[in-house]
């Protein structure tokens, strides 16, 4: 069966940097892109990052700089290196495949299968 399983969230302090990692299995997921979104309390869940098949990644306006997304087809993996974390990037952070080709990356609509999510606390 296809699983997606996020790890590496936690809590840290505001300026600090987590690294998350999604493992997909069951399928590989070459060929089509990968996304974070991430959904904080009282908020609709929001595009975080993208990365196509070739590599090229995509960020939302409020993560760009700080974030950094890859991945590694052979090991079916994708990573988000979150660095000078900030308060508001606390959320439950979601990893997705799509399954077909879209252009609209940033549409959770778009991603055909989903984590489970990791939680993100950064603390003031």
């Known amino acids: 069966q296809v699983q997606l399983v996020e790890s590496g969230g936690g809590m840290v302090q505001a300026g600090g940097s987590l690294r998350l990692s999604c493992t997909a299995s069951?399928?590989?997921?070459?060929?089509?892109?990968m996304g974070w979104f991430r959904q904080a309390p009282g908020k609709e869940r929001e595009f975080v990052a993208a990365?196509?098949?070739?590599?090229?990644?995509y960020y939302a306006d409020s993560v760009k700089g700080r974030f950094t997304l890859s991945r590694d087809n052979a090991k079916n993996t994708v990573d988000l290196q979150m660095n000078s974390l900030k308060p508001e990037d606390t959320a439950v952070y979601y990893c997705?495949?799509?399954?077909?080709?879209?252009?609209?990356?940033?549409?959770?609509?778009?991603?055909?299968?989903w984590g489970q999510g990791t939680q993100v606390t950064v603390s003031s």
């Open positions: 069951g399928r590989t997921f070459i060929g089509y892109a």
């Open positions: 997705a495949a799509q399954t077909s080709y879209s252009n609209s990356y940033y549409s959770p609509l778009q991603y055909a299968y």
């Open positions: 990365i196509r098949s070739g590599g090229n990644t």
